[in-house]
């Protein structure tokens, strides 16, 4: 006779549940080590770059983990690292094709003024807009800018 007060055996797990199980295992065994050769990867040691790029590299794993056939730790590190490195690559190309160019390369002294002719195609708009001039008070002035500004002021805007 059977005891109504048992619950009722556990149902099969679903091969989803038994993915996304699979998925977190590799994830806390495997993330560690795959941010840090995103990390290495990234130019100039970004470390909130390299956060991003090892998520989505990991959000890349997820979707194609049923395709995966890796048997070994090895070997799923190395599936986990060649998409890493692929997400890496992907964004720098995105980055390379859609880098902004400055407009006005010249130099900060030719700011709200006319460039020299010949120096480039850019002219800014005149707006008649002009900075403010602020009143100094005792102990605002830096010497050594005031020595810069005096220079560049005497040569005309000039380098």
């Known amino acids: 006779m059977a005891n109504s007060a048992m619950p009722a055996a556990p149902s099969a797990i679903t091969p989803t549940q038994q993915l996304n199980e699979r998925f977190a295992t590799i994830y806390t065994q495997f993330q560690p080590r795959i941010e840090r050769l995103v990390t290495r990867e990234v130019r100039g ?28 730790d090895g070997q799923m590190y190395n599936w ?21 160019t400055p407009a006005d390369t010249g130099h900060w002294t030719f700011a709200n003024r006319e460039m020299e002719p010949g120096s480039g195609y850019y ?12 009143a100094n008070r005792p102990g605002d002035s830096d010497p050594d800018m005031d020595e810069a500004l005096r220079r560049v002021r005497q040569n005309g805007g000039k380098r």
């Open 45 to 72: 040691g970004n470390h909130h770059l390299a956060e991003d790029l090892t998520a989505d590299a990991f959000y890349r794993a997820w979707l194609d983990l049923h395709k995966c056939r890796a048997t070994t």
């Open 80 to 100: 986990l690292a060649t998409l890493a490195r692929r997400v890496v690559t992907e964004h720098y190309r995105w980055k390379k094709n859609t880098a902004e």
């Open 123 to 134: 002219t800014p708009a005149p707006t008649g807009f002009r900075t403010a001039t602020l």
